[in-house]
């Protein structure tokens, strides 16, 4: 599913097909809602029909506003995944289960309108999420829409790969992926604005973590889900950022056409959003030679794309914390990490958007 202002592009019907079979779906059971007019669904969706929506990338969002005290929703999931549920603002933490499908997200609250936004905090790996719908003792109303936009193109990073690990020796999991608390989602949020993050875990722009070259981030960061042929419209966006290269060049790897690749990926992006600033970010995974590797090679491509008149397209390079060690799991960013990361990105929107911040 896609706003309004995303190319017409339909998926394949082969892939809507085999997304059916793949996930089981009781299409009898499905609500009659049409869940793309009801409520407001922000991210990469499939929507076999009106009634079901499919989502599997992390940060993936539905919002949902009611006038009233209480609300359900309904949920089908392989049990591995999570979701934060923020409430007129309040955050939590809701479970879901392999056998569970309903789930009560408000209770007993104050009679009146409440805004409820439901985000996957897991990445695709964990299994597919079905959205059937939901209920409530009062009546919905169309959430307001935001007018800006930022699209995420990453890897773990992006995906928010043990960002609530207490330290580096713990593994990954999903218990301690958290895509809300990203720099990207946080960044989103600083500027009231729509976040839509493609991130995978291990991928690369040319190539993968260990060295395979197959489904690498740009080949699959259209799709619905993404290890599921089949490409939804792009997202048109005012901000897309391309944090991809630690897996390219971790372990002293050094992809020969990277840049070259790199620059095509630029000018792909450009070629479907004329408008949008690009930034083709680095850091703070790598270092030393490794690092001063990609960032040499990301700001070639980003050179070559200025040389080219293309004037909205700038490097970021993201720092550690000066003087701290705040790391989660793997030697992946922290939540503290994060947060650095987000006031580099929001200050750079900051200053070449001219955007104000939410007060």
């Known amino acids: 599913m896609c706003t309004s202002s995303c190319r017409k592009s339909p998926v394949a019907a082969a892939t809507v ?74 955050t939590s933490r809701l479970d879901l289960s392999k056998e569970k499908t309903e789930y009560r997200v408000v209770a007993e609250a104050t009679h009146g309108k409440h805004l409820v936004r439901l985000i996957r905090r897991t990445e695709a790996l964990f299994g597919p999420t079905v959205f059937t719908g939901a209920t409530t003792d009062g009546v919905f109303s169309s959430p307001p829409k935001r007018t800006r936009r930022l699209f995420l193109i990453g890897d773990s990073i992006s995906a928010g790969y043990g960002i609530e690990g207490k330290t580096s020796s713990c593994k990954f999991s999903a218990d301690t992926e958290n895509q809300y608390l990203t720099y990207g989602a946080v960044a989103a949020r600083e500027f009231d604005a729509d976040a839509i993050t493609a991130a995978v875990s291990g991928k690369g722009l040319v190539r993968n973590y260990g060295g395979d070259t197959k489904n690498t981030m740009p080949e699959i960061y259209l799709r619905g889900s993404p290890a599921h042929p089949g490409n939804l419209p792009f997202p048109r966006s005012d901000v897309i950022v391309v944090h991809l290269g630690t897996n390219d060049f971790a ?24 408008d949008a600033m690009i930034y083709a970010a680095i850091g703070p995974m790598l270092a030393g030679a ?70």
């Open 17 to 90: 097909a085999a997304l059916l079979l793949l996930y089981l779906i009781p299409l009898s059971a499905l609500a009659e809602q049409n869940l793309g007019e009801q409520f407001r669904l922000v991210g990469r969706f499939v929507q076999p029909s009106p009634s079901t929506a499919i989502f599997a990338w992390p940060g993936s969002t539905i919002e949902i506003e009611f006038t009233g005290t209480s609300l359900e929703v309904f949920f089908q999931d392989t049990g591995r995944n999570s979701m934060v549920v923020e409430v007129d603002g309040v």
């Open 290 to 359: 490794d690092l001063e590797a990609a960032t040499r090679a990301a700001k070639n491509a980003v050179e070559a794309r200025l040389a080219s008149k293309d004037t909205k397209v700038a490097f970021i390079r993201f720092e550690n914390i000066a003087g701290q060690a705040v790391l989660g799991c793997d030697w992946h960013p922290s939540i503290a990490s994060h947060e650095h990361m987000a006031s580099i990105l929001s200050a750079r929107i900051e200053a070449d958007l001219k955007w104000d911040r939410r007060q």
């Open 251 to 274: 372990n002293g790897g050094r992809p020969p056409d990277f840049v070259e690749r790199y620059i095509a990926f630029l000018a792909e992006l450009r070629e479907n959003d004329p």
